[in-house]
Nanobody, 115 residues
């Protein structure tokens, strides 16, 4: 059973920064695309960042220029660096790795941005 484990969430003031991590089994991160989603209170889960197995990245307009997705294959970990945080970034953040066999999700990490 593949487990994705997010960490790094917390409470931060507007304008601050956080770095989320997504730990995965060996070679899992390097072999697949990794997505970060978030689910604000009372809203649907939304895709905000993707990094492909080849290293290409894509971002939702709402986070473009402020968030950076990356991957450390040696540590089997994906990251989401979040800068210039806004209260509207408050959400539970999820790591996702889609494969042809299964769609893997972590349990999420809470990010709260105070104004």
């Amino acid at each position: 059973q593949v487990q994705l484990v997010e960490s790094g969430g917390g409470l931060v003031q507007a304008g601050g920064s956080l770095r989320l991590s997504c730990a995965a089994p060996e070679r899992f991160i390097s072999s697949n695309a990794v997505n970060w989603y978030r689910q604000p209170p009372g809203k649907q889960r939304q895709l905000i960042a993707t990094i492909t197995s080849g290293g290409s990245t894509n971002y939702a307009d709402s986070v473009k220029g402020r968030f950076t997705i990356s991957r450390d294959n040696a540590k089997n970990t994906a990251y989401l660096e979040m800068n210039s945080l806004k209260p509207e970034d408050t959400a539970v953040y999820y790591c996702n790795v889609p494969t042809i066999w299964h769609d893997y999700w972590g349990r999420g990490t809470q990010v709260t941005v105070s104004s």
